[in-house]
């Protein structure tokens, strides 16, 4: 199999702290904010933005978790049912600025469940969306205010985003041909 | 895990210990739906769901309504009395003409053991068993499984003693199934009367003395005493049963500290449970009717959530 990898540790550190920057940049400081991660990877991605504007700013906004199976457009094209993960957003969301968490954004599709999932918890005075790759192929009108990395690709391929908390393994991210997954 | 294969949920011994435990798992995540501002998920939009009920129920049928509105399915509810049924009309002529009109799946209820099987045999869309005579009661021992491992963290190794009326029980059938599937001890006790023969082969204890039981017991089952069905004397009379198989505050000065008691409802309030311990401190049984929901949710979601099979 074909891997190349394009992003080591470091990088996506850097990445990392670049975007708590521009986020905190944008915003003013973390009045009214908030972080909501996408299960599973968003969700490791958002608590290292938070501890880095924690470092940054001395305060850390709230941080939710969001599971968007049930908010899926392909439950009934699939076979078997995702597992339904828990959604855990513990505080009102409605007049803040949520800022969106997530590993790779790709066709957009998780993006626009994710918002029909958050309007349901309240109306925030705006969401931002945050990811560390941007691979392209987007089905969407869906964009991120905030990326680590953009990268073309074929759709042939896919992007694997490693992360010690998620894979017990070193941070990387690689992009590998496809047919053999 | 393992992924879920079944099309009807008719009763627990079909389920395998990985499948029950995926739906604990899977009700988990949807309980928290509930608490939502909105309650409401797109998950199941433009599917129906009938409720067909041939025996009364206001728990059940309200569990199931909500459960599937909270995941966006259409609902329809029919009871026996002001439907078909009372013009005479068979239960599987009734469930065949509702299939015609393109449901997506039946939560049925009846009073005859094996109904819900028969339709679902005949019939394409999902069949879910909501109580079939003393037989099976599927979602209601999942729930009280769902509300056990949420109060004491796990089923394996708990002491569950089932107090009651067991013969006519399909909860404690369907919950002995469940429990000892998951590794639960469970105890039955209640009158000799009120207990069907051989039933120790489904791998349960029997004990007549309830201070016995409320002693070494984790959970308490406690059933209802099931009048209407009962054609023949089982009981000298009610207020025996209440002084020799009822729950009080006196007798649960031996039970443990951190004892629950679950009763699938409704209560008979002073037969099988006395008013101050329903409402007491062990009582769980208005979280087993806030689960119950979730449950179902679950359930539904597993059996409806992707492309036909």
Avoid at chain 1, 171 to 180: F, L, N, S, Y
Wanted: hydrophobic share 40%; proline share 3%.
């Amino acid at each position: 199999m074909n891997t190349s990898k394009l992003m080591d540790k470091e990088a996506i550190r850097r990445a990392i702290t670049r975007i708590a920057h521009e986020i905190l940049e944008k915003n003013k400081g973390t009045d009214d904010l908030c972080l909501v991660g996408i299960r599973t990877r968003g969700v490791t991605l958002a608590a290292r933005i938070n501890e880095e504007i924690k470092t940054i700013e001395g305060t850390k906004p709230p941080l939710g978790i969001l599971d968007i199976t049930l908010y899926r457009d392909d439950l009934t094209l699939i076979d078997s049912q995702p597992i339904v993960h828990e959604t855990q957003i513990d505080f009102d969301i409605t007049g803040t600025k949520i800022i969106l968490v997530d590993d790779v954004l790709f066709t957009g599709r998780t993006i626009r469940a994710a918002l029909d999932a958050l309007v349901d918890f309240g109306r925030p005075s705006s969401i931002q969306l945050a990811v560390l790759i941007d691979r392209g192929h987007r089905e969407f009108p869906i964009r991120a205010d905030y990326v680590g990395k953009s990268i073309p690709t074929a759709l042939s391929q896919n992007v694997r985003v490693i992360l010690q908390e998620n894979d017990q393994s070193q941070d990387e991210v690689i992009v590998e041909d496809a047919e053999k997954r | 895990m393992k992924e879920w294969t079944k099309h009807d949920l008719l009763d627990i011994q079909e389920l395998s210990k990985e499948e029950i435990e995926l739906v604990l798992k899977t009700s988990k995540s949807f309980k928290e739906v509930s608490t939502r501002e909105v309650k409401k998920v797109p998950t199941l939009r433009g599917k129906t769901v009938v409720l067909l009920f041939f025996e009364p129920s206001t728990r059940t049928r309200i569990s199931f309504e909500l459960a599937a509105k909270r995941l966006s399915a259409d609902t329809i509810s029919i009871s026996s009395s002001g439907s078909s049924a009372s013009k005479g009309e068979s239960f599987l002529d009734t469930a065949k003409n509702i299939e015609a009109m393109n449901v997506d799946l039946i939560v049925m209820r009846h009073s005859a053991s094996g109904a819900p099987k028969i339709v679902a045999e005949a019939l394409a869309p999902s069949v879910i068993n909501a109580g079939d005579g003393c037989r099976a009661h599927p979602t209601q021992a999942l729930l009280d499984l769902f509300t056990i491992k949420e109060r004491l963290g796990r089923i394996a190794g708990l002491k569950v003693g089932i107090v009651g009326d067991i013969l006519h029980s399909r909860v404690a059938r369907s919950n002995i199934w469940a429990l000892t599937k998951l590794g639960a001890k469970v105890t039955l006790c209640g009158p000799a009367t009120l207990m069907p023969r051989d039933i120790e082969r489904l791998g349960v204890d029997l004990c007549y003395d309830l201070n016995e039981v409320i002693a070494a017991s984790d959970v308490l089952m406690v059933l209802r005493l099931q009048k209407e069905r009962m054609q023949e004397k089982f009981l000298p009379s009610i207020r025996e049963y209440a002084r020799m198989f009822g729950i009080n505050r006196n007798r649960l000065k031996a039970a443990k500290k951190d004892l629950i008691i679950l009763h699938p409802g409704p209560t008979n309030r002073g037969v099988e449970l006395s008013a101050d311990v329903a409402d007491g401190d062990h009582s769980v049984i208005l979280e087993q009717v806030n689960n119950g929901v979730a449950v179902r949710m679950a359930i539904l979601y597993l059996l409806l959530g992707t492309k036909e099979k």
